[in-house]
Structure formats: structure tokens, C-alpha cells
Nanobody, 119 residues
Framework: QVQLVESGGGLVQAGGSLRLACAAS????????MSWFRQAPGKERELVAS??????????YYTDSVKGRFTISRDNAKNVGYLQMDSLKPEDTAVYYC??????????WGQGTQVTVSS
């Protein structure tokens, strides 16, 4: 059974940092593209960052609003993905979800972790 479990959310002041983790089990983690999404109250879920991995290395994507502040990474040996969030802003407040997706089918979501940034 595939399971993704996020951790690391919390309350932080503007300008602070948080590191989210997504622990995966029940799948061949290295084969999956891992992504972080977020959903703020009253807004649609949006893609924040993603990281794919193959024999030539990692390939990352960031939405414009987090470029230069967030860093996505993964540890395939530990089956864990990370989202380092620095210089946090109140507009980063949302529930953050990790997703593991395999090209051609198969995607899995975590339960979400709340991030709240106070001004």
C-alpha cells in the first residue's frame, strides 16, 4: 500500500524558514516525480515545485512566486522528499501537499500539512 506522509508544517513569522518532508512507502520512490502543491483558503490547489530524477540527475521546477526562496530536493535512498522554504511571506500560508506521480499513470497524494506565516 502506497503512503505519503508530510511533516514539518507549523506557524512561523514572516521572513522565517520551514522545511517540509514527505516520507514515501510502498513504491519505487526514485521512479516517481515528486511535487509539492499548496492550497490556501478559497483558492485552487497550485503547483509549487517538482523534482524528477533519472540516470542523468535531477530536474526541478518552481512556480514564479517561490523562485529563489524555496528549494525542492529528494533523498531516494531514504524515500523522502523535501521542500526548504526560506524568506516566508504571509501569502505562503496554505496547506501543503506532496504528490508522487509516475509518467503514464499512477499518482499518490499525502494528507497535507498546514503552513501559517504571520506578518
Amino acid at each position: 500500500q502506497v503512503q505519503l506522509v508530510e511533516s514539518g508544517g507549523g506557524l512561523v513569522q514572516a521572513g522565517g524558514s520551514l522545511r517540509l518532508a514527505c516520507a514515501a512507502s510502498g513504491l519505487t520512490f526514485s521512479s516517481y516525480t515528486m511535487s509539492w502543491f499548496r492550497q490556501a483558503p478559497g483558492k485552487e490547489r497550485e503547483l509549487v515545485a517538482s523534482i524528477a530524477w533519472n540516470w542523468s540527475g535531477s530536474r526541478t521546477y518552481y512556480t514564479d512566486s517561490v523562485k529563489g526562496r524555496f528549494t525542492i530536493s529528494r533523498d531516494n535512498a531514504k524515500n523522502v522528499g523535501y521542500l526548504q522554504m526560506d524568506s516566508l511571506k504571509p501569502e505562503d500560508t496554505a496547506v501543503y501537499y506532496c504528490k508522487a506521480a509516475l509518467g503514464g499513470g499512477g499518482e499518490y497524494w499525502g494528507q497535507g500539512t498546514q503552513v501559517t506565516v504571520s506578518s
